[in-house]
């Protein structure tokens, strides 16, 4: 009997947790939000990912960058208030504020955390979600084991006004009058999705990407351009020299859209626990739909450095 008794307890320490694919609704900011959670072991790190936009859920095409992920974590995707699955669950009572939405990121983490048992989870935030990710590693870097800025707003106003220039820059040399004409009426910060559907419908041409129809611009600038602006206000490279965890850059080499020489200025100078930054050579501002392959494997690196 004491043999037995012993193997049972030899074989339960060394089981697995068990797969995980649930998708369910979570109070979270006074609303119901939608998380998707996918793993083959339960009890694996969690990776929380932060979608861009704002706006702009992932779930519909999340298997083109998580595949692998899935096998060496609990991948948690979100949809944001107003985005996705949360937004046809409930609209948001209150103003969609930077504040907000800070506060909604840290309560799916604290969620997370208490679900499968947790201190810590990684992070990582995607542009809009890029931004909304240092905002919680700074408030509350005790909750991550690491960062991970995908394509992330640093100086949002600064990066607009680069682009800009570089687009002009562009017309000018190829005498492209309707190029100037259309850039000509852009205002930094943005005034209406007309002026943004313009910056993006050049800057999608020099990114070798698909520029975006100008009705759909419009409509997402009426719920969504007021904080897009709140949030492009912040300097990063000012307001946070350091970060107390450690914090990991992916950045496309012709990303213009959150211009890669001000996350290259951003990570030089950062003091953080530990830190690296990651060049996508064929890539622009979607790294991880790109060069997803690549995006995975560093990823899974990070599992043995912190």
């Known amino acids: 009997m004491m043999r037995l008794l012993i193997c049972f307890l030899l074989f339960a320490n060394t089981v697995e947790g068990a797969p995980i694919n649930t998708s369910e609704a979570i109070e979270i900011g006074g609303i119901k939000q939608w998380i998707k959670l996918d793993g083959l072991d339960d009890?694996?790190?969690?990776?929380?990912?932060?979608?861009?936009?704002?706006?702009?859920?992932?779930?519909?095409?999340s298997d083109r960058f998580t595949g692998e992920l899935k096998k060496n974590f609990v991948v948690a995707l979100w949809?944001?208030?107003?985005?996705?699955?949360?937004?046809?669950?409930?609209?948001?009572?209150?103003?969609?504020?930077?504040?907000?939405?800070?506060?909604?990121?840290?309560?799916?983490?604290?969620?997370?955390?208490?679900?499968?048992s947790k201190t810590k989870i990684y992070l990582i935030g995607h542009s809009w979600g890029g931004y909304l990710g240092m905002r919680v590693a700074l408030e509350k870097p005790e909750l991550l084991y690491a960062y991970i800025a995908l394509s992330p707003m640093i100086n949002q106003l600064e990066s607009e006004r680069l682009?800009?220039?570089?687009?002009?820059?562009?017309?000018?040399?190829?005498?492209?009058?309707?190029q100037l004409a259309e850039l000509s009426q852009i205002k930094i910060p943005f005034e209406n999705g007309e002026q943004l559907f313009y910056h993006r419908k050049w800057l999608s041409k020099l990114m070798s990407s698909t520029a975006p129809a100008k009705a759909r611009v419009e409509l997402?600038?009426?719920?969504?351009?007021?904080?897009?602006?709140?949030?492009?206000?912040?300097?990063?490279?000012?307001?946070?020299?350091?970060?107390?965890?450690?914090?990991?850059?992916?950045?496309?080499?012709?990303?213009?859209?959150?211009h890669f020489k001000l996350t290259e200025t951003y990570y030089e100078q950062v003091v953080c626990e530990g830190k690296k930054l990651?060049?996508?050579?064929?890539?622009?501002?979607?790294?991880?739909?790109?060069?997803?392959?690549?995006?995975?494997?560093?990823?899974?690196?990070?599992?043995?450095?912190?």
């Not at 682009?163 to 309707?178: C, E, F, P, R, W």
Request: some cysteine; hydrophobic content about 40%; glycine content about 4%.
């Open 79 to 116: 949809d944001q208030r107003e985005s996705g699955q949360t937004a046809a669950l409930n609209e948001s009572p209150m103003p969609l504020t930077v504040s907000l939405f800070v506060s909604d990121a840290i309560g799916v983490i604290e969620y997370l955390n208490s679900r499968f």
């Open 163 to 178: 682009s800009l220039q570089t687009m002009y820059d562009s017309a000018i040399k190829n005498n492209n009058l309707k």
């Open 278 to 306: 990651y060049w996508f050579t064929h890539s622009a501002h979607n790294p991880h739909l790109t060069e997803s392959e690549k995006f995975q494997e560093i990823l899974i690196s990070m599992l043995n450095k912190n």
């Open 220 to 258: 997402w600038a009426k719920t969504w351009l007021n904080l897009f602006n709140e949030a492009s206000k912040t300097n990063f490279i000012e307001s946070a020299r350091e970060i107390k965890c450690p914090v990991y850059f992916l950045i496309g080499s012709n990303d213009y859209q959150t």
């Open 43 to 61: 009890q694996a790190p969690v990776l929380l990912f932060l979608h861009g936009g704002p706006g702009n859920s992932v779930m519909s095409y």
